[in-house]
């Protein structure tokens, strides 16, 4: 991370903390003038290190009451099936993020629906049917302890 400026790590996060603050806002939280303040800004976004700025809902007032992590294995390996499955999980609004993984399993999903019934519904008329699916494991979150979309940018581990 040392290839960014101090001032543009303060940009990230305080944009990162809150995509609604203007840029005179951010400029006067991290002490520069507005014009830098807004270049900068520009740049990032050019870099592509913020993709975009979004507002986060809130899934239990939506009536969105249960997460589970799904684990999957393939049934069949292979570039190509890899592609397929990735492909199909894509485009399922429930899942809302997937991962390959080391280890046991070749994928997590991380999965948001209304209730059990839901799931149910969603594991029997869309999971199973995506390509090459040969077995999956749900894991039901009972409490949510941290659930955060800041990146610990200050942090050297």
Request: net charge neutral; with cysteine.
């Amino acid at each position: 991370m040392s290839e960014f400026s101090a001032i543009d790590l303060k940009i990230l996060d305080a944009v990162q903390r809150d995509g609604s603050l203007t840029t005179q806002q951010i400029a006067d939280r991290i002490n520069i003038s507005q014009s830098p303040c807004w270049r900068r800004i520009n740049k990032l976004e050019a870099q592509g290190l913020i993709r975009k700025k979004v507002a986060i809902l809130d899934r239990e007032k939506l009536g969105m009451d249960v997460v589970v992590f799904a684990t999957i294995n393939l049934s069949t390996q292979g570039r190509d099936n890899l592609e397929e499955f990735e492909r199909e999980v894509k485009i399922l609004p429930e899942v809302l993020e997937c991962y390959t993984m080391a280890g046991t399993w070749d994928y997590m999903l991380k999965v948001i629906v209304k209730d059990i019934r839901h799931y149910e519904l969603f594991v029997r008329e869309k999971l199973t049917k995506l390509a090459h699916v040969g077995e999956i494991h749900s894991h039901i979150a009972v409490t949510e302890i941290k659930n955060s979309t800041v990146l610990p940018l200050h942090s050297q581990v």
